[in-house]
């Protein structure tokens, strides 16, 4: 079973600049996706941004871009300049051809003024 | 135009009560995934659904139910209450199957079991 892991329960960053949260997982198949998901206090999960495993180069939407690195299970999310609206939980999922998405137990990250 | 929307946004309940939760998809999407959450935890999934039709399922009991409308909504129901059902009900819709499809979440269903 897939399994995906987020080892920093918690993480605070100043405004204006640049974290990176953590994410590994467990797979035997070779086409997958990744993705990070952000759950703002409101609740509502929003798709920050998306990975296909089979594509070498790493994914980036606007201030937010992933490290990815395929032979280490590894894939991590990093914001840039880091804005009070960032603040939230923060999800890695694993997506295969069985459709479900498996996640980790989060990342709450705190943006301090 | 519209998300996903849910019904209800809270819900209390007693041990071995029965729950329905529903959920409207985004117009023109055909799957619907069902998850709960756990405060503290992330999602674990519970049922998808896609032209009415049981597409997975995850591990949970035989007290949990779904099923999909002609129109793509879907109800989630509950037997048998238990104070470990407390949790936070999202249901996701997708274009279809297919991995790479975004899966847009709803808010969400808050269920509290006494």
């Known amino acids: 079973a897939q399994t995906v892991t987020q080892s920093q329960p918690e993480m605070s960053v100043q405004e204006a600049e640049t974290v990176t949260l953590s994410c590994t997982y467990d797979t035997s198949e070779s086409d997958y996706y990744l993705f990070w998901y952000k759950q703002p206090p409101s609740r509502q999960m929003i798709l920050v941004i998306r990975?296909?495993?089979?594509?070498?180069q790493n994914a980036t939407e606007n201030r937010f871009s992933v490290n990815f690195q395929k032979a280490a299970k590894s894939f991590s999310l990093k914001i840039s300049d880091s804005q009070l609206g960032d603040a939230a939980m923060y999800f890695c999922a694993y997506r295969s051809f069985r459709y479900q998405l498996t996640f980790g137990k989060g990342t709450k990250l705190s943006v301090i003024p | 135009d519209a998300g996903v929307t849910q019904s209800p946004t809270h819900l209390i309940k007693t041990r071995g009560q029965h729950v329905t939760l529903r959920c409207s998809p985004i117009s023109g999407h055909k799957s619907v995934s069902w998850y709960q959450q756990v405060l503290g935890q992330g999602p674990q999934f519970i049922f998808q659904?896609?032209?009415?039709?049981?597409?997975g399922r995850g591990n949970f009991p035989d007290r949990f139910s779904a099923r999909q409308f002609p129109n793509y909504s879907s109800e989630l129901n509950v037997n048998a209450l238990l104070l470990g059902d407390s949790a936070l009900y999202l249901c996701?819709?997708?274009?279809?199957?297919?991995?790479?499809?975004?899966?847009?979440f709803g808010p969400g269903t808050r269920l509290t079991v006494l």
């Open positions: 996701a819709s997708s274009l279809g199957l297919a991995g790479g499809n975004e899966q847009f």
């Open positions: 659904y896609y032209e009415k039709e049981e597409r």
């Open positions: 990975q296909e495993a089979y594509k070498q």
